[in-house]
């Protein structure tokens, strides 16, 4: 099973930005379908950024020009650079890793990030 953990929420104005991390207790660079979910006050949670099987990056729409998902295989961590944030990004921001071998899903605990002013 791997562990994630995550930091950089946190509590910013409108238009402010964030980078969320997400470190993992395993080697990233086999897994290729990884990525940040969040679920904000009485709502599901929903894909906000992902890294698919085929390589391909995934954003939802409300976020696409303004977030931005990045690796570093070395560190084992992945990144979310959130900009332009709006009072409707906030939520919980989940780390997301999946093993294919496995067929396990991974989650990491969580880190609220809260827009406001």
């Known amino acids: 099973q791997v562990q994630l953990v995550e930091s950089g929420g946190g509590l910013v104005q409108p238009g402010g930005s964030l980078r969320l991390s997400c470190v993992a207790s395993?080697?990233?660079?086999?897994?290729?379908?990884m990525g940040w979910y969040r679920q904000g006050p009485g709502k599901e949670r929903e894909l906000v950024a992902g890294?698919?099987?085929?390589?391909?990056?995934n954003y939802a729409d409300s976020v696409k020009g303004r977030f931005t998902i990045s690796r570093d295989n070395r560190k084992n961590t992945l990144y979310l650079q959130m900009n332009s944030l709006k009072p409707e990004d906030t939520a919980v921001y989940y780390c997301?890793?999946?093993?294919?071998?496995?067929?396990?899903?991974?989650w990491g605990q969580g880190t609220q990030v809260t827009v406001s002013s």
């Open positions: 997301h890793v999946f093993q294919y071998r496995e067929s396990r899903h991974n």
């Open positions: 395993v080697s990233i660079f086999s897994i290729n379908i």
């Open positions: 890294f698919t099987s085929g390589g391909i990056t």
